[in-house]
DNA sequence: CGTGAAACATTAGCGGC
DNA sequence: GCCGCTAATGTTTCACG
């Protein structure tokens, strides 16, 4: 699952692939000076081994409307869970395996303007990063969604003036 | 350039594109039901027009040895510029053209760690989103790059702990 | 928008280093 | 083991209805 050997040959086609991730096999063995079959073996086995996670279109976030881009550090309540079930005999409990993490997490994972989300060390828990049209909508994701939830107990905000760089290339080489 | 018409079936294609970048026209003109000419001028149309930016094919930094994602935060020098020419007459002057910004942004540009980087609001003026291998190359990243360049005096990082959410697809249905 | 044919790309099998 | 050839299959692309 680890250990996965890459040699330069290896690297040279993965640098080519994440410029550009629709050139042919051909197109990708001519320049790295190797014949269409032996490439299309290292690249089946880059995909099979995960390596390369997948291949996807990049758009264009103000060409689709999407003119707001923010960064937003949250802080989670930490003690209990959130939400408590109610016993027959009226007694409540903490249902187990939900923890304010878990719920935080599940609900990001469903909101589609949240295009990444990290744990992070200093004093804030998480960071994501959110896509929205512009100021109202961002307004409404925070009131209906950010702090409405229940484990959500701080929020602080940053927004994008300007995007000098943006690249899904790693540092390979 | 920028009135680029999108409607719901151009949308659709966008949607397939950004989570399967390698699909054939065939395959994405079937899921529309479309045949596959006007299904592959669409997609013509929407590169050209800059809406789809590109393909890249997507890495696995924690198999490629780069197992430290860091978030950093800089502020930047803003007064006068960072270099002074000096006249054949001894006096100096600023350089026109080339503030403290327009050197950093540059920088950054040629920093392969850097993976992203935004102007951002509040109190840092720049964010650095930075894959190093560890901590090693982290701090030698910030000791011969960032710290030492001329404009930046203050930096504050913050280390990914743990990816809860990474896309590249934009919510765009 | 859809059809069809030519050009091009992918992929499996096999032999050689 | 890894490379490269060949041949069959599938895909893209364009002119035209």
Known sequence: MAGVEIDAIDRRILAILQENGRLSNQDIAERINLSPSPCLRRIRRLEESGVIRGYVALLDPQRLGLALLA????????????????????????RPGATHAELFRAAVQAWPEVVACHAMTGDMDYMLRVHVEDMAHFSRFMQDQLLHHPSVIDVKTSFSLDTIKETTALPIL
């Not at 309540?77 to 409990?93: F, I, L, N, Y």
């Open 71 to 94: 960064y937003v550090d949250v802080r989670l309540e930490k003690r209990g869970g959130p939400a408590v079930s109610v016993r027959s005999d009226g007694s409540t409990s903490r």
